[in-house]
């Protein structure tokens, strides 16, 4: 089992930069795979950033050059840095785990979810 916390998120302007982390605490081999999904009002989850051990990690095409994942296997944390951020950029976003396999853009093949934490972009 693996539990995932995510804190970071808030309210920043558009151009402003924001930091989400997610710990997670279990079992470090049900995280093969790290990544972040978003939810924004009325849309489905999408993936957004990814990252697996001893791999380059992944992202979504409308956040590439500006966001950036990252994991300490010390801490056993991920960390979004997200840069030059956009109102479009305004969701729930979620961290998720994933025991074995390639990082995947289907939430479907999440095992363990967090619960979520909002970014809000104003304009």
């Known amino acids: 089992q693996v539990q995932l916390v995510e804190s970071g998120g808030g309210l920043v302007q558009a151009g402003d930069s924001l930091v989400l982390s997610c710990a997670a605490s279990?079992?470090?081999?049900?995280?093969?795979?790290m990544g972040w999904f978003r939810q924004a009002p009325g849309k489905e989850r999408e993936f957004v950033a990814g990252?697996?051990?001893?791999?380059?990690?992944s992202y979504a095409e409308s956040v590439k050059g500006r966001f950036t994942i990252s994991r300490d296997t010390v801490k056993n944390t991920v960390t979004l840095q997200m840069n030059s951020l956009k109102p479009e950029d305004t969701a729930v976003y979620y961290c998720?785990?994933?025991?074995?396999?390639?990082?995947?853009?289907?939430?479907?093949?999440?095992?363990?979810w967090g619960q979520g934490t909002q970014v809000t972009v104003s304009s």
């Open positions: 998720a785990a994933k025991k074995v396999g390639a990082i995947a853009t289907r939430p479907s093949e999440y095992n363990y």
């Open positions: 279990g079992s470090a081999y049900d995280n093969n795979v």
């Open positions: 990252i697996r051990w001893y791999a380059p990690p």
